[in-house]
């Protein structure tokens, strides 16, 4: 059973940093693209980043330049610094992949920034 787990959300003033992480489980990790999701109060969930195997990123353009994805396959995590952060950065962020075309979700961490 895949398992992803995140965490390193919380409360933060505005133009401080935070430094997600996501530990996975049951699956082959190295070989897998790793994103990071959010979703803020009465939006949808949007894409914010995302990794592949060969550590190829991406980007919205929202946090380009603010915030890094990266990975480290011997742990099985992927991370997200998060620099310069603003209230519209204000989510519940969620670490995501895809195994045999089936989607999976971590349960999600709150990031909340304060101006």
């Known amino acids: 059973q895949v398992q992803l787990v995140e965490s390193g959300g919380g409360l933060v003033q505005a133009g401080g940093s935070l430094t997600l992480s996501c530990a996975a489980s049951g699956l082959i990790f190295s070989i897998h693209t790793m994103d990071w999701y959010r979703q803020a109060p009465g939006k949808q969930r949007e894409s914010v980043a995302s990794?592949?195997?060969?550590?190829?990123?991406n980007y919205t353009d929202s946090v380009k330049g603010r915030f890094t994805i990266s990975r480290d396959n011997a742990k099985n995590t992927v991370y997200l610094q998060m620099n310069s952060l603003k209230a519209d950065d204000t989510a519940v962020y969620y670490c995501?992949?895809?195994?045999?075309?089936?989607?999976?979700w971590g349960q999600g961490t709150q990031v909340t920034v304060s101006s």
């Open positions: 995501h992949t895809r195994r045999n075309l089936i989607h999976v």
């Open positions: 990794i592949t195997r060969g550590r190829s990123t």
